[in-house]
C-alpha cells in the first residue's frame, strides 16, 4: 500500500513556467517565440511574448505541483 502522506514539494520545473496570480488564475508563456521567427510577421511575434491563462483543462494539474501557492 503506497503512503502518500509527507512533505509537499514544489515541482521546480512548474515553478520556473507558471505563476499564479492573488486571485487563483494560473499564468503561462506562449509557445512559439524561441525560433523559426524570420518567417512570422512582427504582430504574430508581438502578441507570442505576451502571458496568458493556463486552460480550465490544465490547472488542476499545475496546481498539485505547486502546492505552497
Known amino acids: 500500500m503506497a503512503r502518500t502522506s509527507g512533505k509537499a514539494k514544489t515541482r521546480k520545473a512548474v515553478a520556473?513556467?507558471?505563476?499564479?496570480?492573488g486571485t487563483g488564475k494560473v499564468l503561462r508563456r506562449k509557445q512559439g517565440k524561441r525560433h523559426l521567427l524570420q518567417n512570422k510577421n512582427r504582430k504574430r511575434k508581438r502578441n507570442l511574448g505576451k502571458v496568458t491563462l493556463v486552460s480550465d483543462a490544465d490547472i488542476k494539474n499545475v496546481k498539485e505541483n505547486l502546492p505552497f501557492s
Open 16 to 21: 520556473k513556467r507558471f505563476k499564479v496570480t
